[in-house]
Every structure is written in structure tokens, then in C-alpha cells.
């Protein structure tokens, strides 16, 4: 992380924090942990093709189906995420 462009702001309902990438550090986010301290942090994923994908192969078909299952389950495609929606596209 980038400390100096890091930011956080706070409302009577709300809390956001921003956080920059060091200049040297590429790739997306997979996921973040969050809490008052290390033993209650909690793990979020970032919206992105390959956890939307994950995260349906769970509910959708757990270990046990079969190859032919697999093969039929719809392609899921994130197209657009911004603060305000996210545009995912079924096959």
C-alpha cells in the first residue's frame, strides 16, 4: 500500500477508506480482510470474473456434480463494475 495517497473518510452512517497500490504492486485486488483486530477480521471478495465464478460454482453446483453438469452451467461475464452498479452478462 501506498500510505500518503491512502484516505479515509467518515460520516454519522458511513465509512470509507481508499487505498493505493505501491507503484511497484500490478494485478487486482482478490480480496480484502476487515475488523476491529487481527482475531475477528473478516474476508470480502472483490467483484471480478474469476470470484463471480467461483462463487457459483459453489451454490451452484457443489462437488459432487457431474462433468456433464459442469459443462452445461452458463458463462458469466463481468463487464463493468463502478461504485454505482455491475453489469454481469449470463450465456
Sequence with gaps: LASPESS??????????????????????????????????????????????GFLDTVLCPSFCSQSALESQPLIEVLDVTEDRIRIRLQ
Design 8 to 53: 479515509v473518510s467518515v460520516s454519522a452512517h458511513n465509512a470509507a477508506v481508499g487505498l493505493t497500490k505501491a507503484p511497484g504492486s500490478t494485478g487486482l485486488w482478490e480480496k480484502f480482510r476487515f475488523g476491529l483486530d487481527a482475531a475477528t477480521l473478516q474476508e470480502r471478495l472483490f467483484v471480478s470474473e474469476e470470484n463471480v465464478d
